[in-house]
Nanobody, 115 residues
Framework: QVQLVESGGGLIQAGESLSLSCAASGSFFSINAMGWYRQAPGKQRELVAAITSGGTRNYADSMKGRFTIVKEDANNTVHLRIFSVKPEDTAVYYC?????????WGQGIQVTVSS
């Protein structure tokens, strides 16, 4: 079983920067990839960014430029940095981890951007 602890969300002003973190713990052999998805009100959940164990990053086309994903192998942690947030970044952000032969989701963390 794998536990994911997300942190860093909240209310933020447009134009500011935000960092989300997700720490994985539990019983597993290896992490294949970690990433972040988001779901805005009335919309489907979508990929924001992901990073593999080898360091390969994958960003959704609409997320390129203002989002950076970074991982800390020693702590099994992934960070998502969002620069110059916009009101349309308002969503619940979910951590996703691909571990061994299974995958897990975090409970989600709310990010609200005020204009």
């Amino acid at each position: 079983q794998v536990q994911l602890v997300e942190s860093g969300g909240g209310l933020i002003q447009a134009g500011e920067s935000l960092s989300l973190s997700c720490a994985a713990s539990g019983s597993f052999f290896s992490i294949n990839a970690m990433g972040w998805y988001r779901q805005a009100p009335g919309k489907q959940r979508e990929l924001v960014a992901a990073i593999t164990s080898g360091g390969t990053r994958n960003y959704a086309d609409s997320m390129k430029g203002r989002f950076t994903i970074v991982k800390e192998d020693a702590n099994n942690t992934v960070h998502l940095r969002i620069f110059s947030v916009k009101p349309e970044d308002t969503a619940v952000y979910y951590c996703h981890v691909d571990v061994d032969w299974d995958d897990y989701w975090g409970q989600g963390i709310q990010v609200t951007v005020s204009s």
